[in-house]
C-alpha cells in the first residue's frame, strides 16, 4: 500500500541553524509533495509545492527538494528562528489527486 | 476578509446523541474536505464533495454523514454510530475538483475540537 513517512521524533536546533526534515514515500510515484506548517490547536497551512519533474523550489528561506530516486523530498529552513518552531506536515498525491499527508515532524528552535 | 471558518471551536458530545460541525468557505471553491486529526496521526480523510450535491466517502467515513447543499458550506455530523469521536476534527477546500491539478493546495480552516463528556 502506499506510504509517506515523517520522522516522528522532534528536530531540535539552535537558532540561526538550517533545520532539515525528512518526508519519504514507498510503494507509489507520486505526481507531487506538498509541505504545510501547523500550529499548535490550529489548521495547517500551505507552505510549498514541488512536483516529480522539479528538483528544488524554494519561497524566502525555504528550500524542497523532490529525489524520485531515493523517494525523498526534503525540507530546509535556514536561518532559523524560534518563530518556525511548529509541526510539518508533508503530503503527496494520492488517487484522485487527493493529498494523502504523513503524521508530520515537530521543529523545535532554540534561542 | 476570504476564507474558511469552522464553528464551533469546542463541541462536547453525549453518549448517544449526534452532532454537527459547521465549515463555510468563501473562497468560491470547488472542492471541501472533512479530515480527522488524533494525537501523533496524520490527517485522515472522512468524506470529500467536489461539488454541490454530491460527495464521496473517504477513509474513515464510517459513523459521519455530510450535506453539500451550498457551495459555501459542508457541515459535518458525528453520529452516535461513531464509538471514537473524540479527536480534532478539520475542514478544507480547494480551487479544483478532485481529479484535477487544481485541487491540489488546500486551505484548511482553524479546526473544531469534538470532547465526549
Known amino acids: 500500500s502506499q506510504k509517506i513517512e515523517q520522522n516522528s521524533e522532534a528536530l531540535n536546533i539552535q537558532e540561526g541553524k538550517t533545520a532539515t526534515l525528512t518526508c519519504n514515500y514507498t510503494n507509489y510515484s507520486p505526481a507531487y509533495l506538498q509541505w504545510y506548517r501547523q500550529d499548535p490547536g490550529r489548521g495547517p497551512v500551505f507552505l510549498l509545492l514541488?512536483?516529480?519533474?522539479?528538483k528544488e523550489k524554494r519561497k524566502e528561506r525555504l528550500k524542497v527538494t523532490f529525489d524520485t530516486t531515493l523517494k525523498q523530498s526534503l525540507f530546509h529552513i535556514t536561518a532559523s528562528q524560534p518563530a518556525d518552531s511548529a509541526t510539518y506536515l508533508c503530503?503527496?498525491?494520492?488517487?484522485?489527486?487527493?493529498?494523502?499527508f504523513g503524521r508530520g515532524t515537530s521543529l523545535i528552535v532554540h534561542p | 476578509d476570504g476564507g474558511i471558518t469552522q464553528s464551533p471551536k469546542y463541541l462536547f458530545r453525549k453518549e448517544g446523541q449526534n452532532v454537527t460541525l459547521s465549515c463555510e468557505q468563501n473562497?468560491?471553491?470547488?472542492?471541501m474536505y472533512w479530515y480527522r486529526q488524533d494525537p501523533g496521526q496524520g490527517l485522515r480523510l472522512i468524506y470529500y464533495?467536489?461539488?454541490?450535491?454530491?460527495?464521496q466517502k473517504g477513509d474513515i467515513a464510517e459513523g459521519y454523514s455530510v450535506s453539500r447543499e451550498k457551495k459555501e458550506s459542508f457541515p459535518l455530523t458525528v453520529t452516535s454510530a461513531q464509538k471514537n469521536p473524540t479527536a480534532f476534527y478539520l475542514c478544507a477546500s480547494s480551487f479544483g475538483r478532485p481529479g484535477t491539478r487544481n485541487q491540489e493546495t488546500q486551505y484548511f480552516g482553524p479546526g473544531t475540537r469534538l470532547l465526549v463528556l
Open positions: 503530503a503527496s498525491s494520492g488517487g484522485s489527486y487527493i493529498p494523502t
Open positions: 473562497l468560491n471553491h470547488d472542492a
Open positions: 514541488i512536483r516529480e519533474n522539479e
Open positions: 464533495s467536489q461539488i454541490v450535491n454530491d460527495f
